[in-house]
């Protein structure tokens, strides 16, 4: 079973708030992964690291989105400014080594009204 | 841009029936297939992953890969109502590479 912890489980927000969501991953994970999981079931790969640093991204070309992995710290995924479109599934995946299984978290399920 | 192509879309089979689902890629560069299996409300969980050609079976399901077509598929054997779930493919291209999924296959086990 995977222990990668994600927090918090739901949010709520507003167009045009801040939403910041929390990952911790497996212990021995080196690696993090975030996607998103919209109501079509689609994924969108965000991002990774390798520990704190980035290794991929998206073309984030509106900068909404930034994320974190810091020492000794959860790593964090932030949208700056929600839009309703943002509606979905974040998952947050850790794996072991290269060519690893990723073990994904219960995810946080984000809500923009 | 890598796209991930599953079919088919749903699939309905009887308990203890064979069910078998189709992946490929239209990557080149593709070089890891990986299968998750996600139930209602849940997270992704890894079934099976393959990277070389042939066949790999592990209890109830098998898995095969043409590599030459980028060419996956997953075979589940004695279908338990249990498996009733979204499938999911997903390709790797890679040393620590994002996953690229595909839209998946919803089965449905019937009693």
């Known amino acids: 079973n995977s222990k990668v912890i994600q927090t918090p489980r739901y949010l709520v927000k507003g167009q045009g708030q801040k939403a910041k969501m929390r990952c911790i991953p497996e212990k021995g994970h080196p690696v993090v992964f975030w996607y998103q999981q919209n109501k079509n079931n689609e994924f969108k790969f965000l991002i990774n690291?390798?520990?704190?640093?980035?290794?991929?991204q998206i073309d984030m070309t509106e900068k909404r989105f930034s994320a974190e992995c810091p020492s000794n710290s959860p790593c964090s995924l932030e949208i700056q400014s929600s839009e309703a479109g943002d509606s979905a599934l974040y998952l947050c995946?850790?794996?072991?080594?290269?060519?690893?299984?990723?073990?994904f978290g219960p995810g946080t399920r984000l809500t923009v009204l | 841009q890598q796209k991930v192509q599953q079919s088919p879309e749903s699939l309905i089979v009887p308990e203890g029936g064979m069910a078998s689902l189709n992946c490929t890629s239209s990557d080149r560069n593709v070089d890891y297939f990986w299968w998750y299996r996600q139930h209602s409300g849940k997270s992704p969980k890894m079934l099976m992953?393959?990277?070389?050609?042939g066949e790999k079976e592990e209890g109830r399901f098998t898995v095969h890969l043409n590599k030459a077509s980028l060419h996956t598929s997953l075979h589940i054997r004695d279908s338990q109502p249990s498996d009733s779930a979204l499938y999911l493919c997903?390709?790797?291209?890679?040393?620590?590479?994002?996953?690229?999924f595909g839209a998946g296959t919803r089965l449905a086990v019937c009693p």
């Open positions: 995946a850790s794996s072991r080594t290269d060519y690893a299984e990723q073990f």
């Open positions: 997903a390709a790797s291209a890679g040393s620590f590479n994002k996953l690229t």
């Open positions: 690291f390798q520990n704190q640093e980035v290794l991929q």
């Open positions: 992953s393959i990277f070389s050609n």
